[in-house]
């Protein structure tokens, strides 16, 4: 019975990071660019238990030799789904759209009292001022948008237009009359399991992990690869019918791990009244 109730709670733990994880995707079912995770279970250790010492007496048996136990489930990994969303034209001139997947801008971002590169698929870039008649190129949360050198987009003037090309090439014409171009900082990722989440829709490097192991800096001829339309914004990949229909399911597997400590519970009960 103590089995029982250990067992129930080990994986009630784990139901409840799976449902914050499905919670966490329809929180962000209209954030841009925002890519949903799944959970994927994995059982915990097993016990062996012989109840029989004298294994010759078990000679012939087809069934493993002893009980095996289980001690619950954990959650192995929550999978970042790459599937390309739904793109929503809006017209604007400094939006932007990946239309290929796992393809990333690189933004700085500050965390921990520094500065870091991060990398995000929200496309809805502004303009922030800086001195001296300067500005500087920003995701929608202020961000600094970087280029192919890790280097900030700063504009010199006031810019009268911008063209983003399929490229990753933005061109800017200033009211002056002169044109300036800046190549994003895009990078094309090979394994985005191993990212971090570091709030505000962006992803980062975990620490003491080779970058050239996750990612391929599009730079150069590699720029061919990259795929990106002006005006248009991308949507989350979220399914919110399969995430509502998850979460039901989830919520009853909870119940049922809730319901085997009760019945644990009333059964030590059973038992205590039996010995008094």
Do not use: W
């Not at 339309?229 to 919520?251: F, P, W």
């Not at 038992?271 to 008094?276: A, L, M």
Request: glycine fraction near 6%.
């Amino acid at each position: 019975m103590n089995q029982s109730m250990l067992t129930a709670t080990n994986t009630l733990r784990q139901l409840q990071d799976k449902i914050d994880t499905i919670s966490h995707n329809v929180a962000n079912v209209d954030t841009n660019g925002y890519k949903s995770k799944q959970a994927s279970f994995t059982d915990l250790l097993v016990q062996q238990i012989n109840n029989q010492p004298d294994t010759s007496k078990e000679t012939g048996r087809k069934t493993p030799y002893g009980i095996r136990t289980g001690t619950g489930a954990k959650l192995a990994q929550a999978v970042i789904s790459p599937s390309q969303g739904a793109l929503e034209h809006t017209g604007r001139a400094l939006d932007m759209a990946f239309t290929k997947e796992n393809q990333y801008l690189k933004v700085l971002a500050r965390a921990n009292g520094s500065d870091e590169v991060a990398f995000t698929r929200n496309g809805a870039l502004e303009v922030s001022p800086l001195e001296n008649n300067r500005s500087v190129l920003t995701d929608a949360n202020g961000n600094p948008v970087l280029d192919e050198h890790n280097a900030m987009i700063t504009f010199r003037g006031n810019v009268a237009d911008y063209a983003i090309r399929p490229n990753g090439t933005l061109q800017v014409a200033y009211s002056d009359g002169t044109r300036e171009s800046f190549n994003f900082g895009v990078v094309q990722m090979r394994n985005p399991q191993v990212l971090e989440q570091a709030g505000n829709n962006l992803l980062r490097l975990p620490q003491n992990v080779n970058a050239a192991n996750v990612y391929t800096d599009l730079t150069g001829a590699n720029r061919s690869q990259i795929s990106m339309q002006q005006g248009a914004l991308e949507k989350s990949n979220v399914d919110l019918s399969a995430e509502i229909t998850d979460l039901t399911k989830t919520e009853r597997l909870y119940q049922f791990q809730s319901k085997t400590i009760t019945l644990s519970d009333q059964m030590m009960g059973l038992v205590n009244n039996i010995r008094s």
